[in-house]
């Protein structure tokens, strides 16, 4: 479990999405009580960037040279709580965030990334319809892109193919119907079928005994809300039928923080403008301290 304090860092970019709204999520969770309920320090709120409507021309990505400029920005302040001794919890934003939190541990060493979600996120640019960096977020961090977004400083990948685990997606259809690029063989894939196969307590053990390997110096959750059931989490701008339920998200949760090796966790995607009563976003903080809040330091 995380032995060290949790730090909250605000992170409401939607520089990878044409839409906006998700950029609430941390202002909501924060009004249900996460920091208190879980005894973190808030560190702060990064300013984001404006948004171009228009696709970058070199890459075809909405807000391209934008996400490469500020990822090393989230990636500092992802930093500064680890020189501090905390365990830091980004509360997003689109999926993009995730090249700054990695870029952070790349600079580090060799972490490992947990990544559930609904969505492989693997989409090349040339496939996307709206040029959406949040549906190629996973494909950028593990080097697969224009280098622009997967080279940052110099260090592709971010996290290496075979030290990341996809989690619960459940967006076969839509990757055929737009042509996605297959994830690498080296990714270790447990897609939502899967996990139904085997149950979510074994599902989760395998993802997390594959990123609590030797060589690897720990593993970063990535959480997007649209891994959840479609019927209890409404509130995202791309809703495809089925997910977890919020005992399966705990129960995943609960592996990954317990096994001592989770280093940072990030949350994407919900959006608080679509959470008519709230009630999407209650259950989503309190899956979070559920988790957070048992293995508190």
Request: one cysteine or more; hydrophobic letters at 40%; a negative charge.
């Amino acid at each position: 479990m995380p032995n060290h304090p949790y730090a909250i860092i605000e992170a409401p970019s939607t520089l990878g999405l044409a839409t906006d709204g998700v950029e609430h999520l941390p202002d909501q969770l924060l009004d249900f009580g996460l920091a208190e309920r879980i005894q973190a320090r808030r560190a702060g709120r990064l300013a984001v960037p404006p948004k171009d409507p228009t696709p970058d021309p070199e890459t075809g990505i909405l807000n391209a040279t934008a996400i490469a400029t500020w990822s090393p920005e989230l990636a500092d302040a992802v930093e500064a709580l680890l020189d501090a001794g905390e365990f830091p919890v980004v509360l997003g934003g689109d999926c993009t965030i995730l090249l700054g939190s990695m870029l952070a541990f790349r600079r580090r060493g060799r972490y490992g990334l947990f990544f559930i979600d609904g969505n492989a996120d693997f989409f090349q640019p040339e496939a996307e319809p709206n040029g959406e960096g949040a549906s190629m977020d996973l494909a950028f961090v593990t080097g697969y892109g224009p280098s622009l977004l997967t080279d940052i400083e110099g260090l592709s990948p971010l996290v290496r193919p075979q030290d990341a685990v996809a989690f619960a997606y459940r967006d076969h259809k839509d990757q055929e119907e737009y042509g996605s690029q297959p994830l690498p063989k080296e990714l270790k894939a447990i897609d939502l079928p899967a996990v139904r196969a085997m149950g979510i307590e074994a599902a989760a053990r395998e993802a997390v005994d594959h990123l609590t390997r030797e060589e690897l110096d720990g593993f970063f959750i990535h959480l997007d809300a649209d891994c959840l059931d479609d019927v209890i989490m409404p509130a995202v701008d791309f809703r495809v039928p089925d997910g977890l339920s919020w005992d399966e998200l705990r129960a995943a949760l609960r592996i990954a923080l317990t096994s001592g090796k989770a280093v940072g966790l990030e949350v994407t995607i919900y959006n608080p403008r679509l959470d008519d009563h709230g009630s999407a976003g209650r259950g989503l903080a309190d899956v979070l301290v559920a988790t957070l809040g048992t293995t508190a330091p």
